[in-house]
């Protein structure tokens, strides 16, 4: 069964940093496959970052890798906002079968960034 499980959240001063990570296990699959999302009450989940994409308000503040041999993936934020106070997941996916398209999600963790 696969499990994705992050790790990192907590509370910073705006301006501060914090380090995401996700592991995922139970699965074979390429961690090129996975990326970081985050969502508010009320909103839909966004994406963050993967390997192509960076949402516009992280660029050059958040930054995305993969460490394949350990099947994970980070997010590196820095010079963290208010606005960037959500709760993150961490997603493998999409994938194809005859049944059609899945995916995977983790169970999130909680970022807060206080002014």
């Known amino acids: 069964q696969v499990q994705l499980v992050e790790s990192g959240g907590g509370s910073v001063q705006a301006g501060g940093s914090l380090r995401l990570s996700c592991v995922a296990s139970g699965g074979i699959f390429s961690v090129d496959r996975m990326g970081w999302y985050r969502q508010v009450p009320g909103k839909r989940r966004e994406l963050v970052a993967d390997d192509e994409h960076v949402e516009e308000s992280v660029k050059g503040r958040f930054t995305f890798s993969r460490d394949n041999a350990q099947s994970t993936v980070y997010l590196e934020m820095t010079n963290l906002r208010p606005e960037d106070t959500a709760v993150y997941y961490c997603?493998?996916?999409?994938?194809?079968?005859?049944?059609?398209?899945?995916?995977?999600w983790g169970q999130g963790t909680q970022v807060t960034v206080f002014s």
């Open positions: 997603r493998a996916g999409p994938f194809y079968s005859g049944r059609g398209e899945y995916d995977y």
